[in-house]
């Protein structure tokens, strides 16, 4: 069974510019969330999407960050326009239970750095 | 609020010798609380969890960690460093609760593991 994929594994853009990453939760998944890890940080928490809705978007950082997950499948996550403190690891996971049980699977992360 | 304290960023052992990575949490309630593991170029990969049931709590490849109320630890320990443990190890703690927030989950800042021959 394939795991949580993600895209592009590395991007690198100027300041002012927009990027797009997206991530492929294992099927059959209905939760779906995005972490980030800015350096010398901790992961931190971004949003949580139950199918198509946003659970919590409470970790959002400010509006130039939009993600969506039409049809509840893969999930978008927009950064636009790019500043150079967004540069870090985006973590998707997914997880298929609800509840503090619920495992979570995560992908490799997609690392952006902005210049 | 919760938080996570990882008290050594890296650590290193040799071969064949114990593996001990230190995390103290701080939650006004008893969590959920989780290890995750991440190789070069891999995803985080949960390695063990603690819901509470028992306080020991054994994970993949040998590893254990111990939820110790009265000293707020969820240490994680190993008998015998392999090289392949080689990698970036992070304390997480998890809302016991359903419902918002719960989600969340609140890492330490990572421990980087050296395992030398």
């Known amino acids: 069974e394939a795991g949580v994929t993600q895209f592009p594994s590395h991007s690198v853009i100027e300041k002012g510019q927009t990027v797009t990453l997206r991530c492929d939760p294992i099927?059959?998944?209905?939760?779906l969330y995005w972490y980030r890890r800015v350096m010398g940080k901790e992961i931190k928490f971004l949003l949580h999407f139950v199918k198509e809705s946003k659970q919590d978007e409470s970790g959002m950082p400010n509006n130039r960050f939009l993600a969506e997950r039409t049809g509840g499948t893969y999930s978008t996550l927009k950064v636009q326009p790019a500043e150079l403190e967004d540069s870090g690891v985006y973590f998707c996971?997914?997880?298929?239970?609800?509840?503090?049980?619920?495992?979570?699977?995560f992908g490799e992360g997609s690392r952006l750095t902005v210049l | 609020a919760q938080s996570v304290t990882q008290l050594d960023s890296h650590v290193s052992v040799s071969e064949g010798t114990p593996v001990l990575l230190r995390c103290n949490y701080s939650?006004?309630?008893?969590?959920?609380l989780f290890w995750y593991v991440q190789h070069p170029n891999k995803g985080l990969q949960l390695l063990l969890k603690y819901t509470s049931a028992a306080t020991l709590v054994k994970g993949i490849n040998g590893f254990e960690a111990e939820f110790k109320k009265s000293e707020t630890s969820f240490h994680l320990t190993k008998p015998s460093a392999h090289m392949s443990d080689a990698a970036e190890y992070f304390c997480v703690v998890r809302p016991p609760y359903s419902g918002a927030g719960s989600y969340q989950l609140t890492f330490g800042k990572g421990t980087k593991l050296s395992v030398i021959p």
């Open positions: 099927s059959g998944h209905d939760n």
């Open positions: 996971a997914s997880s298929q239970r609800q509840g503090a049980t619920g495992e979570l699977f």
């Open positions: 939650s006004s309630y008893s969590p959920s």
